[in-house]
């Protein structure tokens, strides 16, 4: 998933003067036209009047749809706005999310699922370029177990941004492979097309709506 960055306050929601405004302008511009329509209409054989109300009335349903389309644009706008200013005490905790995470000599803690009819369950981590790192046994549990980030000899890892599968097998075959939820910490929260996202340790972008759970970080 790719998100960029987005300046709410570069934002531009049209106001009740503009949208006058630009209404009111069409307004009399739809008059000129409809004046010299009148003018130039044939004199044997002229335009029912019935039509010129249907004009009007076009115009007018014109004018209050954009009217309404705008007043929508901006209660969206509003409420994203206070929908991330909700979210503003989530920077600096921890959310529980399925993504990447980044390591950088912290342990980070893993919370797998594990499908319930499996009789092995393995931590499969992949670095960056999507290769894999390592591959370790878990219990047949759903508690949160920590990765500490280091080789089978004891060596760290480099710094970087890992991704955790959790494989589970029964009699051997795999029955359930799906990225496990990772808690990692919160440092900003954007707005992005109407969304509210979350940008974690490492520059990892998450959908709010993606968090499962959150806590003091």
Same mark, same amino acid.
């Given at each position: 998933?790719?998100?960029s ?10 106001? =009740?003067?503009? &949208?006058?405004a630009v209404?009111s ?5 739809? /008059?000129?036209?409809?004046? %010299? +329509? @009148?003018?130039n209409q044939?004199?044997?054989?002229p335009?029912d ?7 009007? =009335?076009?115009? &007018? ?6 009217l309404?389309n705008?007043? /929508?644009?901006?209660l969206? %706008? +509003? @409420?994203?706005t206070?929908?991330m ?12 999310? =399925?993504a990447?995470a ?6 980070i803690?893993?919370?797998?699922n594990?499908a319930?009819?499996?009789?092995t369950v393995?931590l499969?981590?992949y ?6 790192v390592?591959r370790?046994?878990?219990p047949?549990?759903?508690e949160p ?8 000899d004891g ?5 970087g ?5 959790v ?9 359930l ?6 808690y ?6 954007r707005s992005?097309n ?6 974690l ?9 993606d ?5 003091k970080g």
């Open positions: 998933m790719e998100i960055s987005v300046a709410t306050s570069a934002s531009f929601v049209p106001t =009740a003067e503009t &949208s006058e209404i302008s069409d307004f009399e511009t739809f /008059l000129k036209m409809l004046t %010299v +329509q @009148m003018e044939d004199p044997l054989n335009t009047s019935t039509e010129y109300a249907q004009q009007l =009335a076009t115009f &007018s349903g014109v004018e209050q749809a954009v309404t705008e007043l /929508l644009s901006s969206m %706008v +509003q @409420m994203n206070s929908g200013a909700q979210m503003a005490d989530w920077v600096g905790n921890e959310a529980r999310v =399925a990447p980044y390591f950088d000599g912290t342990p803690t893993i919370a797998p594990p319930a009819v499996s009789d393995e499969v981590v670095d960056e370029a999507g290769e894999e390592q370790t046994a878990l047949l549990s759903a177990v920590e990765w500490a980030g280091t080789s089978s060596t760290p890892f480099p710094d941004t890992y991704t955790f599968n494989e589970s097998f029964s009699n051997g075959e795999v029955i492979n799906e990225t496990a939820d990772v990692a910490r919160v440092n900003e929260v992005e109407g969304e509210s996202v979350l940008i340790e490492g520059n990892v972008a998450v959908l709010a709506s968090v499962s759970a959150l806590r």
